[in-house]
């Protein structure tokens, strides 16, 4: 997978092109993003309304599977990779929820999940 990902970053061989709002565009190879995703099989995809930095560290995750969950992106992260159905990302940042559950932050937490979920149904 690290050949692949050279690959990307030196755009050879990708056949599919993903687009953020802001304009970023990244080359991909389509077959490894639609392993994790089936809202990659098209060749050219915008996703609206992701920052291309969040866009980014999932393209990575799919090439190599790991992402650096933090407290920053936790949360954008998690909408997303459940908007895209990136299912080890989206359990990655549970986790991440899950062990930084503290007195300080679960009340925040609370109203994120209740956002999320009032958000999903939507």
Same mark, same amino acid.
């Given at each position: 997978m690290q050949a692949l990902h050279r690959l990307r970053e030196c755009r050879l061989l990708c056949d599919a092109i993903v687009r953020?709002?802001?304009?970023a565009a990244f080359p991909v190879h389509r077959a490894i993003l639609s392993a994790c995703s089936?809202?990659?099989?098209?060749?050219?995809?915008?996703i609206s309304g992701v920052r291309s930095e969040i866009l980014l560290l999932?393209?990575?995750? *799919?090439?190599l599977r790991?992402?650096?969950?933090?407290?920053?992106?936790v949360h954008e992260l998690l909408m997303t *990779?459940?908007?895209l159905a990136f299912?080890?990302?989206?359990?990655?940042c549970c986790d991440h929820l899950r062990t930084s559950l503290s007195p300080k932050n679960c009340l925040g937490?609370?109203?994120?999940?209740?956002? *999320?979920?009032?958000?999903?149904?939507s």
């Open positions: 953020a709002d802001d304009g089936p809202y990659f099989l098209l060749s050219d995809v915008l999932l393209i990575e995750y *799919a090439y790991r992402i650096d969950v933090t407290d920053a992106n *990779a459940d908007f299912l080890g990302v989206l359990q990655l937490i609370m109203t994120f999940a209740r956002f *999320a979920t009032l958000s999903i149904k």
